[in-house]
């Protein structure tokens, strides 16, 4: 499986934008990228997905560089509840372990009133 | 949607003792996916359901470790003679077939003494 790389660690201010990279240099053509983030005490929460161009939903925002070995997970307006491990994810598309998903260790983001 | 409902959420246990978990799945979901996740890392893979059946195991689950899905609804997790190192959350999750989201429990905290 292809691996992805995230900062140990973020900070943000509330109400700021934050935006949480991810490089994943030896994605194949059709490896889907996918963001969940885990709350303290919580199992993780899906954020967005995505294959080649931006998506946008009501959480977050996903740009995906034109070469795909990169990603950004964009919050628009960090709020205190968006505090968690964020993790960067990319699965296999093509066979019947879609949503087989290989976690990292995250980013953790904290975000500073 | 109930979501995904997981019980107990917390387990103590001597070593050598025998420990079941459960997992409700959300009612429509045909996929099922069980995780381990010990202090400071991302979810690890353990096994999936379709339906009733088990399609795929990973190296992580020992012969110790045992998932049912008997009428394709809820599934059980079954750890026979724990050990220290099964000290972890277990995770369920479920989808409706391989597309994304993954909807997760927030787990089951197993403490083995």
């Known amino acids: 499986d292809a691996k992805t790389t995230q900062p140990n660690s973020m900070e943000s201010n509330e109400e700021e934008p934050v935006h949480l990279p991810c490089n994943h240099s030896?994605?194949?053509?059709?490896?889907?990228i996918h963001w969940y983030r885990q709350l303290p005490s919580q199992g993780p929460e899906y954020v967005i997905h995505g294959l080649t161009s931006n998506v946008n939903n009501r959480m977050a925002s996903l740009a995906i560089a034109e070469d795909r070995k990169s990603s950004t997970l964009i919050l628009h307006r960090a709020t205190l509840r968006d505090a968690a491990v964020y993790y960067c994810?990319?699965?296999?598309?093509?066979?019947?372990?879609?949503?087989?998903?290989?976690f990292g260790g995250g980013t953790r983001l904290m975000v500073k009133p | 949607d109930t979501g995904v409902s997981q019980n107990p959420r917390h387990k103590i246990t001597k070593r050598g003792q025998n420990v079941t978990f459960r997992c409700d799945p959300i009612s429509e979901h045909n996929r099922l996916y069980w995780y381990r996740q010990t202090l400071g890392q991302g979810p690890e893979f353990l096994t999936y359901?379709?339906?009733?059946?088990?399609?795929?195991k990973s190296r992580l689950l020992s012969d110790r470790f045992s998932a049912e899905r008997p009428k394709g609804s809820f599934s059980t997790l079954e750890i026979q003679r724990t050990e220290q190192g099964d000290s972890a959350m277990y995770l369920c999750a479920s989808s409706l077939g391989q597309k994304p989201p993954l909807h997760f429990g927030n787990g089951t905290r197993l403490t083995v003494t």
């Open positions: 359901f379709q339906n009733e059946a088990q399609l795929e």
């Open positions: 994810i990319l699965s296999l598309s093509l066979n019947n372990a879609g949503n087989m998903l290989t």
């Open positions: 030896t994605i194949s053509g059709t490896d889907y």
